[in-house]
């Protein structure tokens, strides 16, 4: 279903709680693959990428190199991207299965813990964006300099997802 990709450099101190809550979502096989779009860390990122089982796509360059080189043959049908310090609140399962019945060409940013329904941002504060891989391709997805996640979700016109 999902093919979650995380850009990481030097992400050690944060990529921990990212994982550990992808954890059950993935023996339950809503996550098919984890994919890391490292900047060449050398810190512990790819020690703790290799624990998880996780993909490593290495890429120097900027964040929208990385993200293209690892949404590039995605195992899942969905891509989750989320930022290294996210950790998804309970509920965050229900609500992204909800959102992938919804239709391919439905995406969600995913919010972060406390942001008020209320609170229209030019950037929302997302933790992820949640697009269908054929969405994805058909905007052509993730280009060099453009690796920020709030110009993606402008782009596929996404909405926020609800927990």
Known sequence: MLTVVIPTQDSAHL?????ASLVPAAVDGLVREVVLADGGSTDDTLAIAEDCGARVV????????????ACVGPRGDWLLILRADAVLPEGWRAAVEKQLNSGWDRAAWLPRPGLSWFQRLPSPPSQGLLLSVRRYDAIGGFRAGEGDLARLARAVGAKRLVY
């Open 15 to 19: 990529i921990g709680a990212c994982l």
């Open 58 to 69: 290495t890429r120097r360059g900027d964040v929208g190199e990385r993200l293209a080189a």
